[in-house]
């Protein structure tokens, strides 16, 4: 038996259309796929240019609250220095974050970068 990777990573929200334009607008991701329910947008796969996997948001806001705060994603960036390329246009760009901190081995992690629900979005480079 065998497993490859991972195919996709699914994130609840309170309000699906403005996660998806923060996913979009801080961090590039661009819509894959839209889950209509009912007339209404339940989710969204969203998907960025080498970096597997997808990410999914589905409306789900008792979860939403329940992980705000929890660091549930870490973004693999592919250099240390890249890290404080992520926190320099972060800054330009008035998204507020905790810093770049020391991770295992030596790695760099920019923590407290928080989406519209409050879930911590961690970007990580060994």
Not at 1 to 12: D, N, R, S, Y
Not at 30 to 40: K, M, S, T
Not at 49 to 54: D, N, T, W
Request: charged letters at 25%; aromatic letters at 6%.
């Amino acid at each position: 038996m065998e497993l490859t990777g991972i195919h996709h990573v699914k994130l609840p929200v309170g309000d699906v259309a403005r996660s998806r334009a923060w996913y979009q607008r801080v961090l590039g991701f661009e819509v894959a796929i839209e889950f209509v329910e009912d007339g209404e947008v339940r989710g969204v796969a969203l998907q960025r240019e080498g970096c597997p996997p997808q990410l999914a948001l589905r409306h789900d806001p008792a979860r939403a609250k329940a992980l705000s705060g929890f660091d549930a994603l870490a973004l693999l960036v592919p250099s240390r220095e890249g890290v404080e390329t992520w926190k320099a246009a972060l800054d330009e760009a008035g998204e507020p974050h905790g810093g770049v901190v020391t991770g295992h081995g030596g790695g760099k992690v920019l923590v407290g970068l928080h989406d519209p629900d409050g879930i911590e979005i961690r970007l990580y480079a060994n």
